[in-house]
């Protein structure tokens, strides 16, 4: 009678274990960009395969909704688990309670070291705990269309080394119409697209400053007006270029209206399709300084993910960033890997080595507020050109726009 | 038909050609973009060297595209025929009743215009995610059973027609309802039929509301389905005209049908007073 | 019962769905965005604080609230004229001819069948400068000097106008048709029959017997264009209401501060600012234009 008893109670327990104990569900948020959405939902098939009591639930929209997706999620109560976001958007997430910090066990300093570009530690990072990890990370280059070159009598396999010969080549490249408009740019520019990167990280520190103060209080870079200065004289000055030529820099680079454009990797595949001839260069440097911006898109893990969501949530975005599916990636998606060792391997190609190489000198901006930081960089560029202020102060007058914007977010934060 | 009825006729259909140009331009732009490959979507010029149906293959091939274009009419015909009716009857009884509160409850409606859209998505995300509208037709309908803009219209046209013709009627026993339907309604036809195919347009081509409400691609709407063809590094622009112009399509068609009724309803309202 | 209390009652009745759909729907969500304003929330954070007014300090500190709103009046002010005025005569000329009536209409209703954000990138297409603009290119062919339109601080805006203008034509015009297809036959026969000419039937009687749909007109068009925003959205460099900021409405400014932001406690005291803005001209607008009128 009474091992009856036991029986059912244990028979019992079997049941309801099973039932709470089946398969653990967690919801993961992506923006739409057909490439990765494909090889996301291959690696998930496989994931699941490998662990049969995870589910992967795949959703994603349109990049334009991320933040008006994310803002209705948040009061309603309902939202990913694991999200993919910009690593720029990291502060702001974190001081809104959104993500949650990754387990110092499973993600120790070792990790990063072994397995990420420097930069992407530091990018992860906020009040000294990290909180996502990347598959793929971007960075800038000197694309040239090689065609443009030889019909302007220039050699199609020798790309500028150096700023100088930047803008000696860039004034050869340049074609006027008879009302004196460009038709043809020689350089593209436009600090809405990557410009404002390049002015930040690369072109301050190449003119001897640095943009922030380590801790990234402080905006340093209105110390070296000569870096606006640089840009803005292509335009005003040796007039190879102007902010919407074109629309913008891709269109013109792409319709071969722009015969040097600077720009990220992510640009490679539609080059291609475009059926561009094309070829890739380091950035200029100058005064021997190479600089170079990178960034990166990477998962982290939201405040939703608790117990057994949390364990598959790690499990899983630790399998997104293992080397066997950034080999994958560069194939399927066309963006570099985030681990040395995998990215050392393609350092010859001619397109994907430049942006590799162009990795070891990178830095990653930390943005508090990447649309009005970039804003501030695109109104100081406008000021000089449509309105005739000088660099120096139109670059003063970005740095204090922008120490606002710092100021106002380290007092949010509390510091 | 006098010389001078001759002369501003020439003078109307000169204007009117002259003019058309520059309205249908844009369209044409857009449709010849549509038939442009991808690496002619950057070239200046306006007609395709080497014309494609690529585009439309890829959107109209796509697998959910019939079930976006089944969400958007179901949509829009719902939304058109709620409010065809409750727009009416409210801006009818705006118009011919007197009662208190009237004034105030007519600004209080229209002030509901004066919020934009963008402020009001989260707070209907929240209600609809509660009661469990996410990725029903219902969730992406509510906001636009009852619109404040077709209120207005109905009153302003309601207000035209004569009283006396009402009274009569009450004083023959017909209901309430029965005049507004049989008597007020017809009167109106005009207004109805231009409530009715603009109310349809702009539902039509509805897409942050809609965007936010569904999360399975399977609920999306057209315009949020077309949507999916920018992305961060790359605007694929001959996809987002051929969207945009099969889109387009049967709202052409719905606005001829509608501009039938029209004519047809003049014809038969036929005198007036 | 007496006749007019039953009305009363009836009037009620008919309202009762409606005004429990606007209430629910529209009312509720406008009381949430102005009980945010009070507050600091950052959307994406559960925590909403109460700040009292400071919000409202804050944008009226703000040199770019105080353009964006500057802005907005420009767009109607330069917009709502000419859209009404120019839908009028071409609604006229459309009412007068009898072939082709419905290609005709179709062809002015176009702009606004067309998707917005289409719409908008084709004329940001057409607005650029050679060697692609086409606006540009006819102009120089003409002997005229380029343009930077939406390039330029001073021609952005006014460029916009244009656009939204053309697209708004098709709008105004199908109810201007309606009201001009309204207005009973014998009218306009009894004073032709008395000696009227074109002119006097068109400015004595016509006109005014337009009178509700103008009102109607002015008002909505007044409401359109002061919450502009997808068409600056997508005609300015990154959507940022530039070239500095010369384009920006106030929708924009919430819009960014809401989304970009994440400053929603700032989104929604703008949005209380603008909707008492909209309230107040709105009612302005109706008392003054406003006319009994009968047939």
Known sequence: MRRCLLVAVLALLVIISAQTFGKVKIVYWQYYFEAKVKAIDELIQEFQKL??????????????????????????????????????????????????????????????????????????????????????????????????????????????????????VAKKLTKYDKQGNIVQAGLATQPSGQGHHWIREVLTRQFGGKPYSDDYTKVLYHNVPEALKFYTDLITVHKVGYPGFMNDDITAFTSMSAAMNIDGSFRIAALKKAGLNFGVAELPEHNGIKSNFASFWANAITKNATGQKLDAAIKFIKFLSSDKVMEVWLEKVGELPANPAVAQKYYNDPIYGPFLKGLEYAHATFFVDETAQRKVMMDAVDKVWLKGISPDRAFREAAEEEQKILDNFWKSVGK | MTRSDRYVKILSYSVLTVLSIVMVFPFVWMVLSSLKPFREIYRPYLIPRNPTLNNYKQILGSSLFPRWFLNSLIVALSTTFSVLFFDSLVGYTLAKFRFPGRNLIFIFILSTLMIPTEMLVIPWYVMSSRFGWIDTYWGVMFPGMITAFGIFLMKQFMETIPDDLLDAARIDGVTEFGIYYRIALPLVRPALASLAILNFIGNWNAFLWPLIVSSKPRMYTLPVGLAYFSSENLMRWEMIMTGATISTIPLIIAFLIFQKQIIRGIMLSGLKG | MKLRHKKVLTAYLFLSIPLFFFVFIRFYPMMYSFYISFTDWNIISPIKKFVGFSNYIKIFQDPVFKISLFNTLKYVLLGVPSVIALSLCLALLLNNITKFQSLYRLVYVMPYITPLVATSWVWRWMYQRPPTGVINNFLNMLGLPTRNFLLSTSEALPSIVATTVWVELGYCIVIFLAGLQNIPKEYLEAAKVDGANRTQLLFKITIPLLNPVIVFLSVMETIIFLRIFTQVYNMTDQGAGGPLNSTKPLVLYIYQKAFKSFDMGTAAAATVVLFLIILTITVIQLKVLNRKVQY
Do not use: C
């Open chain 1, 51 to 168: 662990y049969p009591d995870i589910e992967v639930e795949h959703v994603t929209f349109p990049y334009e909704a991320f933040n008006e997706k994310v803002a209705a999620s948040i009061p309603a109560g309902t939202g990913p688990d694991v999200v993919n976001l910009y690593y720029g958007w990291i502060p702001k997430y974190v001081t809104s309670g959104y993500l949650q910090p990754l387990p110092e066990n499973e993600f120790s300093d070792e990790y990063f070291a072994n397995n990420f570009f420097p930069f992407v530690a530091k990018g992860v990072e906020f009040l000294g705990k990290r909180y996502a990890v990347p598959i793929a990370v971007r960075s800038l280059a000197l694309f040239w269309n090689k065609d443009l070159f030889k019909a302007a009598g220039l050699d199609p396999e020798k790309p500028p080394r150096t700023l100088q010969e930047l803008v000696e």
